[in-house]
């Protein structure tokens, strides 16, 4: 054999090793973090959860589901936050549609209630398809994250803190946070993201959480080096309850972390001139919504 053909070979085969090593040290890396994180998590209410098919392989969409288990929370069990973002990986848009907790919809079984009683009675696969018959919502994929997971997966993914323009002074559960710019932990982002006791209520409380997963999505750009990702990735799955693969995880982080992505877009339901309050319901006070005028006005979002 001829020395350059030597070379070539050997070179061929250094290359094909490293690959071979890198792809084993990530694998390695994400499972030993996940599994150090999993204890933490133990949920079977969703085993059962069946996702809706993709439209396309460059298109999806995960119903993501705020969980409040604290032993004092009065709507233990309900879904405290309810939202749908839908990625389209061909031109990298993020968008977000946020529904409103007192929705009160027809919730299969079960009869009409409010939107967040949905997961208590039948977890992510009762609240998707309360999503699919009163939105006309897909649902690919779920992701279901507890009060102080978030918390924790902020502090580990923005050690130096989320910086955030308040829109008023808030206090809640015991943190204050001022009105004006200002950098947030995960706890005291949390609490940002939850409040609602003003004149505003949940109106107000949807559009700062949009403000911040708005500022999570800005803020996320070289957050942490790609050759960390495996393992970053590993813990945050070991902290979650989801059913996203995890190389689609992967996929989608890169994205994110490379500032490839555009400004995140987002709609509120139920959208303006389509709903009206109702204090004398079974559920008590409740939003009566137009479902079909909301549903025309979640699928045109989509499609712009």
């Known amino acids: 054999m001829k020395k350059s053909v030597k070379i070539l070979v050997i070179s061929l085969l250094s290359i094909l090793l490293v690959v071979i090593s890198a792809g084993c040290y990530a694998a ?12 933490q998590v133990v949920s079977t209410k969703n085993q059962n ?3 809706d098919e993709q439209s396309s392989d460059k298109e999806l969409t995960v119903m993501v589901v705020g969980n409040d288990s604290r032993d004092d929370d009065e709507d233990q069990g309900r879904s405290d936050t309810l939202m749908v973002a839908h990625y389209d990986g061909k031109t990298k848009q993020p968008k977000l549609v946020s529904i409103m907790r007192d929705s009160y919809v027809n919730i299969p079984d079960h009869g009409l209630d409010k939107i967040n009683a949905a997961y208590a009675y039948g977890g992510a696969q009762l609240t998707k398809e309360v999503l ?19 918390s924790e997966i902020i502090d580990e993914l923005y050690p130096k803190g989320v910086t955030i323009d308040s829109e008023k002074d808030i206090n809640l559960d015991g943190v204050d946070i001022h009105k004006g710019e200002q950098t947030l932990d995960g706890n005291s982002l949390l609490q940002y993201a939850r409040f609602r006791m003003d004149e505003e209520g949940d109106f107000g409380r949807i559009r700062r959480q949009q403000q911040v997963m708005d500022a999570l999505i800005e803020q996320s750009k070289d957050l942490i080096p790609l050759w960390e990702l495996p393992q970053v990735a590993g813990k945050i799955v070991g902290r979650i309850d989801t059913n996203v693969p995890t190389s689609l995880l992967i996929d989608l982080a890169k994205d994110f972390l490379t500032g490839k992505v555009k400004p995140l877009e987002s709609l509120s339901v139920p959208v303006e001139g389509s709903w009206d309050f109702d204090d004398d319901t079974p559920s008590g006070s409740v939003i009566l919504l137009d479902e079909q005028q909301n549903a025309e006005a979640i699928q045109e979002f989509l499609k712009k």
């Open 28 to 39: 390695v890396s994400f499972q030993h973090a996940k599994e150090e994180s999993q204890a």
């Open 49 to 51: 959860f069946t996702g």
């Open 132 to 150: 699919n018959t009163s939105f006309g919502l897909p649902i690919n994929y779920y992701v279901i994250l507890d009060f102080k997971e978030f």
